[in-house]
């Protein structure tokens, strides 16, 4: 057996620490994983993952700091646990590449059976995979030597593309794909589909994406293929012509659609739908989807559920250490997005074993009084109309912007009940930060985890 620098570390920061039960289930899912670790000879896989994860909610923005940080994880260690250059190459390597793709195959199914489902409830779907795809961009970094199109080369202005697709039922990303070259969204989205790891092709799917994914071809033959549909926003310029005008039911989820419309897209041959909405605030919206089996309230509502993309994004690049590249390869810059997935993943199963350690039923309670408000609003609804008759134009203090209750005029029975958090809160990302070496002990977690869980400080 290989014994490395590295090693010494790693069973530091793995003997009952809060690291070990974070990492738990990526080390699980890497032992799924058919390989040999004898190919690596300064740095295992088990390390190298492990130390991923690390300078990810750490937020190491240079490798010195990183490898400095590491050193000092264990007191026993007289020189650092590896050299910068040996990091850099394991970034660079295919091979390690495969495997974590492999992992992170393992983690995610792993997490979609543990996790809750976030959907239950909601009419007319089932257990239909409900899953969001959008794309990010990040910047290259200080090596890479970018050379747009205009200039002869073949980079992209925005930076490396990572597009994602993301589990809105369970709340996690369950894949992505880099790309450096300058090319459209859409573009990146099929070439998705000559992957292994292709999730545009799950049987009887919803995918919720923006107006930048609009290519009705493409859906069509989406749906024809796996019975798979698509919502997003209609986009202005889009050509069609209305066939006919569907009935609305009764149904609650349905109280603020104005119109659904069949329609037909100049760019496809199969039947659409149309359908217009208007928000609590008042704002209008109109969605396009090719699913007629959904009420045009659920259609609604899972669009507005495609946020949650957003929010992910928002903790992969400020909370986690993704807004830069770590290498200039192409299997640099997508290893530290497997990384940084497989991160997120492993907090959200880190934080679902807490809840039930504390006795935490509803999990993470910050955003509780937010939700009881929606509720109150929903609930006094009939009260809110009749006060709004009889408001006049100062009900708002328009100097500070602030509106009062009386001017959500349009309340949303999903939106009112829908409680569930979206994201990872910056206390909990800051609680793994400088928490991870401690031993890991139930008075820990009732003392500094919970109260964060909670409230915000």
């Known amino acids: 057996m290989i014994q490395r620098r590295a090693d010494s570390v790693t069973e530091t920061l793995t003997d009952n620490t809060v690291m070990s039960d974070l990492f738990g289930?990526?080390?699980?899912?890497?032992?799924?994983?058919?390989?040999?670790?004898?190919?690596?000879?300064?740095?295992?896989?088990?390390?190298?993952?492990?130390?991923?994860?690390?300078?990810?909610?750490?937020?190491?923005?240079?490798?010195?700091?990183?490898i400095q940080q590491l050193w000092h994880c264990d007191p026993s260690a007289s020189r650092v646990p590896l050299a910068r250059s040996t990091w850099s190459d394991a970034l660079s390597s295919r091979?390690?590449?495969?495997?974590?793709?492999?992992?992170?195959?393992?983690?995610?199914?792993?997490?979609?059976?543990?996790?809750?489902?976030?959907?239950?409830?909601?009419?007319?779907?089932?257990?239909?995979?409900?899953?969001?795809?959008?794309?990010?961009?990040?910047?290259?970094?200080?090596?890479?030597?970018?050379?747009?199109?205009?200039?002869?080369?073949?980079?992209n202005q925005k930076g490396?593309?990572?597009?994602?697709?993301?589990?809105?039922?369970?709340?996690?990303?369950v894949c992505v794909r880099t790309e450096t070259a300058s090319i459209g969204e859409m573009s990146v989205l099929k070439m998705m589909g000559e992957d292994k790891r292709d999730w545009t092709r799950i049987r009887n799917a919803i995918y919720v994406v923006d107006r930048a994914f609009i290519d009705g071809?493409?859906?069509?033959?989406?749906?024809?293929?796996?019975?798979?549909?698509?919502?997003?926003?209609?986009?202005?310029?889009?050509?069609?012509?209305?066939?006919?005008?569907?009935?609305?039911?009764?149904?609650?989820?349905?109280?603020?659609?104005?119109?659904?419309?069949?329609?037909?897209?100049?760019?496809?041959?199969?039947?659409?739908?149309?359908?217009?909405?208007?928000?609590?605030?008042?704002?209008?919206?109109?969605?396009?989807?090719?699913?007629?089996s959904l009420e045009p309230g659920v259609v609604a509502f899972l669009y507005y559920r495609r946020w949650d993309?957003?929010?992910?994004?928002?903790?992969f690049k400020h909370d986690l250490v993704n807004a830069k590249a770590w290498g200039k390869s192409a299997c640099a810059i997508e290893l530290q997005?497997?990384?940084?997935?497989?991160?997120?993943?492993?907090?959200?199963?880190f934080l679902?074993?807490?809840?039930?350690?504390?006795?935490?039923?509803?999990?993470?309670?910050?955003?509780?009084?937010?939700?009881?408000?929606?509720m109150a609003l929903y609930l006094q609804r009939e009260d809110?109309?009749?006060e709004n008759e009889e408001c006049d134009d100062d009900a708002c203090d328009i100097e500070s912007g602030e509106k009062n209750i009386s001017d959500y005029i349009y309340p949303d029975a999903y939106r009112a009940f829908y409680t569930q958090l979206s994201r990872i809160t910056r206390q909990i990302w800051r609680f793994l930060k400088y928490s991870f070496r401690h031993k890991s002990s139930q008075t820990l977690y009732e003392r500094q985890l919970k109260p964060l869980l909670m409230k915000y400080l």
């Open 352 to 374: 679902l074993r807490r809840k039930d350690d504390l006795a935490m039923p509803d999990g993470d309670m910050t955003q509780s009084k937010k939700h009881a408000r929606k």
């Open 217 to 292: 071809q493409y859906w069509e033959d989406r749906q024809t293929e796996v019975d798979a549909s698509v919502i997003t926003r209609m986009k202005a310029t889009l050509n069609y012509t209305q066939k006919a005008i569907r009935p609305l039911s009764e149904s609650a989820c349905n109280e603020n659609v104005i119109n659904d419309y069949e329609i037909e897209l100049q760019s496809g041959k199969l039947p659409w739908r149309l359908v217009e909405w208007r928000s609590p605030e008042g704002e209008f919206y109109q969605y396009l989807t090719n699913d007629f």
């Open 95 to 155: 091979t390690r590449c495969i495997i974590v793709q492999q992992c992170v195959a393992h983690l995610v199914s792993a997490a979609r059976e543990a996790l809750p489902n976030k959907l239950a409830g909601v009419q007319g779907l089932g257990k239909r995979p409900v899953l969001a795809i959008d794309a990010t961009y990040q910047k290259e970094s200080s090596h890479f030597l970018r050379v747009l199109p205009k200039e002869g080369g073949s980079d």
């Open 309 to 315: 993309v957003e929010k992910y994004f928002d903790n």
């Open 160 to 173: 490396h593309m990572l597009m994602t697709a993301y589990d809105i039922r369970h709340g996690i990303p």
């Open 25 to 66: 289930p990526i080390k699980n899912a890497l032992a799924k994983v058919r390989f040999s670790d004898n190919i690596f000879q300064s740095l295992s896989m088990e390390s190298f993952m492990l130390f991923g994860a690390i300078r990810q909610f750490t937020q190491s923005a240079t490798l010195r700091d990183h």
């Open 337 to 349: 997005a497997l990384l940084g997935l497989m991160t997120y993943v492993s907090t959200m199963l």
């Open 384 to 386: 809110i109309e009749h």
